[in-house]
């Protein structure tokens, strides 16, 4: 069941900037192209392309056969009713980077308001063309603290309507696809995040 509470924020994230301290620019990429050889999306874009349908059936998917990229994903649920997106599971790599678990909440409650519109827009962008994309943003969220990570958006259509309700987000923080200005972000537990 949803929650509509919000999480005790900690680790390098939980000072989150507001959109007048965030200062980003994204890219989006060709996904043919960059997605099969990259380290963690490869295997991903794979399986998905073997599904059938365009979009795939959600219920298509086998987690199972995703294997250790799951740690690095977030599930998005659209719900028509309410216009929102509920993230129904966040991987334990994802957590663990982040600082907390998302698992059960609404988009709209956790993210950052100056990261949420072009989050909701990307989300709606695969899950109204039913196709796949990858993007690389570049953030600055603190004096100092400067990341670049990379996303592959995955549609998934549910399984009732047939309509595009699902949308695997897999999120990479430390192999930038395009070489850029900004460092990679610090890998996964390292302790430069929470200083």
């Not at 059938?52 to 659209?78: C, K, L, N, R, Y």
């Not at 719900?79 to 059960?104: K, V």
């Amino acid at each position: 069941m949803p929650t509509s509470d919000k999480p005790a924020l900690s680790g390098p994230f939980s000072n989150r900037p507001t959109s007048e301290v965030t200062t980003s620019s994204l890219l989006e990429l060709p996904v043919a192209r960059h997605a099969p050889g990259h380290p963690l999306f490869g295997k991903l874009y794979a399986l998905w392309l073997r599904l059938e349908g365009t979009p795939p059936a959600w219920d298509a998917f086998s987690p199972q056969t995703a294997g250790d990229t799951m740690a690095h994903i977030f599930v998005f649920q659209f719900e028509p009713e309410t216009g929102r997106y509920l993230i129904p599971l966040m991987g334990s790599e994802l957590q663990r980077y982040i600082g907390a678990d998302f698992s059960n909440h609404y988009l709209d409650e956790i993210f950052p308001a100056g990261n949420l519109a072009g989050t909701i827009m990307r989300l709606e962008q695969c899950r109204k063309t039913g196709q796949a994309f990858l993007t690389q943003k570049k953030m600055c969220w603190a004096e100092g603290q400067k990341i670049v990570f990379n996303s592959l958006f995955l549609p998934f259509a549910g399984e009732e309507s047939g309509v595009t309700a699902m949308v695997l987000a897999a999120v990479d923080f430390g192999n930038p696809i395009v070489p850029c200005a900004y460092e990679p972000a610090p890998a996964y537990g390292s302790s430069s995040l929470s200083q």
